[in-house]
């Protein structure tokens, strides 16, 4: 009686998405385009991000994004389709279209809101604290900007980034790079 049990709780255990990594990567990120629009008091971001890639393999069918603390609202292809996508374990898996040949460049749009918990981080004043300005920044070097934009975020694939960012009145925005 045991045995049969055992079989049935393993049949139920969801299993764990590949690993995304230098090995399993098959594309490389080359532009990056942000626009976003924090909502401080919220904790929240907005955006589309504007991902362009080559295929790293002949068929490429299947984007893999790291992706945390987000919810995705809808992604499009260069042509404006729209694409069918999963999350799981922290994987963001968008289905494209119809296979790219190796070094075919695509752009992909993904709308979405992350309440980040590491890689963008919030300030507002409070009762305890009334004169903390209200402010956000992200430190997201390492493996953090995953928290708050949809990206493959390891340190081993270089690209540029553009960022437009929304704020309200009198926030200004500063920048380096």
Known sequence: ?????????????????????????????IHLDLSVEP??????VDGPAKLTFPALRAGFRRLRLHSVDT?????TDSTGRLLGWTGRDGILA?????????????????AYRSKPTS????????????HVPLSVYSQGQGTNNRHWIPCYDL???????????TVEDPLKTVANG
Do not use: M, N
């Open 1 to 29: 009686r045991i045995l049969p049990l055992f079989f049935v709780l393993c049949a139920a255990l969801p299993a764990v998405a590949e690993p995304l990594d230098a090995t399993t990567r098959d594309f490389d990120q």
């Open 94 to 110: 968008i289905d494209l279209a119809a296979p790219l040949a190796k070094g075919t460049e695509e752009t992909l749009t993904i």
């Open 155 to 165: 340190p081993d694939d270089r690209l540029t980034v553009a960022t437009h960012v």
């Open 39 to 44: 909502h401080l008091r919220k904790g929240t």
């Open 71 to 75: 919810t995705v609202l809808c992604v």
């Open 119 to 130: 890689g963008l981080w919030f300030h507002a004043p409070t009762k305890e604290h009334p």
